[in-house]
């Protein structure tokens, strides 16, 4: 048989599969996931029995950590020394462990995340409550196994005389499966299990009684009961950490916010470089300088405030935007029968309470064997003593020390055992003083096999001997809560105030799509004009608006997209520089342009509502408030039909009239209230009826009545103003009236095919008309006489057969 015939043929799949398979379950089982009854995972479990076979304990001297660590790997744990290290520095870490397991001297690392020194720098020995996690081991509590290479034996678990798994809780991913349980307080968890063992039925709620939450080495303050409450019930769920902090007053008016404990895992430097950032990019006004004044006295970072500045506003930044304040989320995995399994509260405390059955009844066991050992030779011993000169004589009497015990054993029926105890006897126990000393330790001994068969013939007194070790342990080494419980969680609003120092600025946006932000300051040293602003040769500014740092400009477009730009973020320039192009500000598309700017300082103020004019004659009214947003994206601001564009958008206090003027000179007013308010995305109702290729150009709020005027102007030039009174209410829909005569013929000189522009007036207003050629012309409103609805208007620019106007352009006023 050739050598590739030896071969048999495999699905990919099947092979990784079953490869994958095994390589998960041995992750899952022997690496990262902790024991539900001990709360160790294996390599932690083989360094805390290591160093107690090695002697490293609590009331010795410190080892090197090398030494252990050759240990683990050379015995136990063949995954090389860093992991073995890095296992014994987290159970060295006080700000990690409830209680530490190993108890470090030298560089163990800090709250900054400073690594720790080599292990050969690094010395340890085990914590005094780790002795309690190994007590009673030698007593066959529990179960061993083969190491690694078979030739020593290691615990499948520790007897953990406490529950260390909710104690010191655990961190860990692997294959498929991840575990996050935090600490918790090691008196409230021992007196839960002396509870449950007292009556199995209680319920979540009756062990939360007890058990209010985690209790974090690092302190703080955790919020959310809901989070709580379902975490422990399913083993799933999220609560809020938030720092504990204070604000004191210093001299001069000046105050300062001091930190003293900090949220689970979150490293301390990375915290205040976060801090000091934020001073230095001035996204909060404020801030004079943060310090790290930890030390041997704790943690205390000060974040030190301006004069006058808002220190509770500012606090609340610094808990939204740095990790003062994290959300932590439960994820309660643990291997319970060799398998990985969700556990909530109740379950992790009962499967504790049953190795600890287990652990005691085995125990229990042990010491009656031993002790039925004792008793048994020394009820040989006494009775030998009573019958001392026959037994003399036999010994005698026998050839050697094997003949001797033989002959004991043939002549007054001694077991084997009790043979040999009495031919090891020393002669100084044939006192009469020995032998009531034997007596009377036969009498203690059997006095202890009573009570060890007494506590493993009765579940109830197997409980109690639990429940009175749980309670030795719980006064040597419970310790206060650290961590605080709130039941809400606050809910976090950052004052704009606070980012942002409120500043009235002019903000410009040119035809070409160049934004800038300008201080008054600039204005005022450029001469104060608003023509010499800076611009690009051939732009012009479209709109320009005082506003103030902390207001919001919406952004409308032609499409119906509309952009929420807060003015702070707008890049500042000098008044006579240009600016930048609006695309690096807002995602905005150059072919779609810009409609309206409107700036908003509230969007929840009464009374106010957004009213859109589409070309095709659609009118939507929707509520301010429902254009509030986070995003800077383009949000869709008003739904349009195929071919419609956006013309005109106003805030609007619905308390006035609307006019609305079409292409081919038809006008209709209708009372604003007649729109009914609709949602952000519908397409709103029918403003007027139009004719066939005809469209809105133009639309005004009438306020006060029928003060001012409506002017207007033809692609020709011819331009006219007509009083607002001659335009009469109508019903919405209406197909209006004539507003605009058209002069046709061959005879006649034309004043034009179409309206291009028209606004309301009440005073001059100084206009810029595009020609299709690119040529700019300025004109007046005041040159327009008024005439009635059905006039043809005067030339008011003049220009060649083949020019026409393309665009008019009014520039926002101040």
Not at 100 to 120: C, E, Q, Y
Not at 274 to 286: D, F, P, S, T, W
Not at 416 to 439: C, F, G, M, P, V
Not at 621 to 636: C, P
Request: overall charge neutral; aromatic content about 6%; glycine content about 8%.
């Amino acid at each position: 048989m050739s050598q590739v015939e030896q071969f048999l043929p495999a699905f990919l799949e099947e092979v990784v599969g079953d490869r994958f398979g095994r390589y998960s379950k041995y992750i899952i089982q022997d690496r990262a996931i902790p024991d539900v009854r001990d709360g160790l995972k294996p390599v932690q479990r083989r360094i805390l029995y290591a160093m107690s076979e090695a002697g490293n304990h609590s009331d010795k001297p410190y080892r090197k950590s090398a030494k252990t660590v050759g240990d683990v790997m050379g015995n136990y744990h063949p995954h090389g020394d860093s992991s073995i290290y890095d296992g014994m520095v987290r159970m060295a870490q006080f700000w990690k462990m409830g209680h530490v397991l190993i108890d470090g001297h030298g560089n163990w690392g800090s709250m900054d995340d400073d690594p720790p020194a080599a292990m050969r720098y690094t010395e340890a020995r085990l914590s005094s409550i780790a002795s309690e996690l190994l007590r009673d081991i030698e007593k066959d509590t529990v179960l061993f196994k083969d190491n690694f290479d078979n030739t020593m034996k290691e615990p499948v678990v520790l007897p953990s005389r406490f529950p260390n798994l909710l104690v010191n809780g655990v961190s860990g991913i692997s294959s498929g499966f991840a575990t996050e349980i935090p600490p918790h307080n090691l008196g409230e968890v021992i007196e839960a299990c002396i509870d449950l063992m007292d009556n199995p039925q209680l319920t979540l709620e009756d062990l939360m009684k007890k058990i209010k939450g985690p209790d974090f080495p690092t302190g703080g303050i955790i919020m959310g009961e809901k989070g709580l409450k379902e975490a422990y019930t399913t083993g799933k769920g999220k609560i809020f950490l938030r720092a504990k902090t204070s604000i004191e007053n210093l001299k001069g008016g000046k105050q300062q916010i001091v930190i003293s404990e900090i949220p689970y895992q979150v490293v301390k430097s990375r915290l205040v470089t976060a801090m000091e950032n934020i001073r230095l990019e001035k996204k909060v006004e404020g801030i004079a300088e943060v310090r790290d004044e930890s030390g041997r006295d704790g943690l205390r970072i000060v974040v030190e405030l301006k004069k006058e500045a808002n220190a509770e506003g500012i606090l609340a930044y610094l808990l939204k935007k740095t990790d003062l304040q994290i959300n932590y989320n439960f994820n309660m995995v643990a291997i319970v029968n060799k398998a990985p399994k969700q556990l909530g509260l109740k379950r992790i405390l009962e499967a504790y309470i049953e190795h600890q059955k287990e652990v005691v009844t085995f125990r229990s066991q042990y010491d009656l064997n031993k002790a039925q050992d004792k008793a048994h030779v020394l009820e040989g011993l006494v009775k030998a003593l009573n019958i001392l000169d026959d037994v003399i004589e036999t010994i005698k009497a026998s050839k050697n020390r094997q003949d001797a015990q033989q002959n004991l054993v043939a002549k007054f029926t001694f077991t084997e055992k009790q043979a040999d105890a009495i031919l090891t006897l020393q002669l100084y126990r044939l006192t009469n003083l020995e032998i009531s000393s034997l007596e009377k330790e036969l009498v203690e001994v059997n006095k202890m096999i009573a009570k060890l068969r007494a506590i493993l013939d009765s579940p109830k007194k197997l409980m109690n001997v639990i429940k009175k070790e749980l309670t030795e342990i719980s006064k040597v080494y419970a310790i206060h809560r650290r961590s605080n419980i709130q039941e809400e969680v606050e809910k976090l609003e950052v004052n704009l105030e606070v980012m942002v120092n409120p500043e009235d600025v002019l903000v410009t946006v040119s035809k070409e799509g160049y934004i800038k932000r300008s201080s008054l300051l600039s204005f005022t040293r450029s001469g104060g004009e608003l023509e010499s602003t800076g611009l690009k040769e051939g732009d012009m500014v479209r709109f320009i608006m005082e506003v103030n740092t902390i207001e919001n400009l919406l952004i409308f477009t032609k499409s119906g997209q509309y952009y929420m730009l807060p003015v702070h973020q707008i890049p500042e320039y000098k008044w006579k520089d240009n600016g930048t192009a609006i695309v690096n500000v807002i995602p905005i598309d150059k072919e779609d342009p810009i409609v309206n700017i409107i700036p908003v300082k509230d969007f929840e103020e009464e009374g106010k509502s957004l009213v859109f004019i589409t070309k095709n004659g659609q009118v939507k009214r929707s509520l301010l408030k429902d254009y509030a947003t986070k995003r800077s994206i383009g949000i869709v601001a008003c739904k349009l039909n195929p071919h419609d564009q956006i013309i005109d958008v106003q805030l609007s206090d619905e308390m006035g009239d609307l006019l609305l003027v079409t292409k081919l000179g038809m006008t209709i007013r209708f009372r604003e209230n007649e729109v009914k308010s609709m949602g952000r995305v519908s397409a709103g109702v029918k403003g007027i009826q139009l004719k066939d290729l005809d469209e809105v150009i133009a639309a005004a709020w009438i306020k006060d009545n029928d003060s001012g005027e409506i002017f207007v102007i033809s692609e020709r030039g011819y331009g006219k103003s007509t009083l607002v009174s001659d335009y009469m209410l109508q019903g919405r829909g209406g197909k209006g009236v004539v507003s605009f005569e058209f002069k046709t013929g061959k005879r006649v000189r034309s004043n034009g095919y179409q309206l291009m522009y028209a606004c309301l007036i009440k005073e001059p207003e100084n206009l810029t008309a595009i020609l299709n050629n690119g040529q700019i012309q300025q004109f007046t409103t005041q040159a327009a006489p008024i005439q009635e609805r059905k006039s043809t208007g005067k030339q008011l620019i003049t220009m060649t057969k083949e020019e026409q106007i393309s665009e008019v352009v009014k520039i926002s006023k101040l």
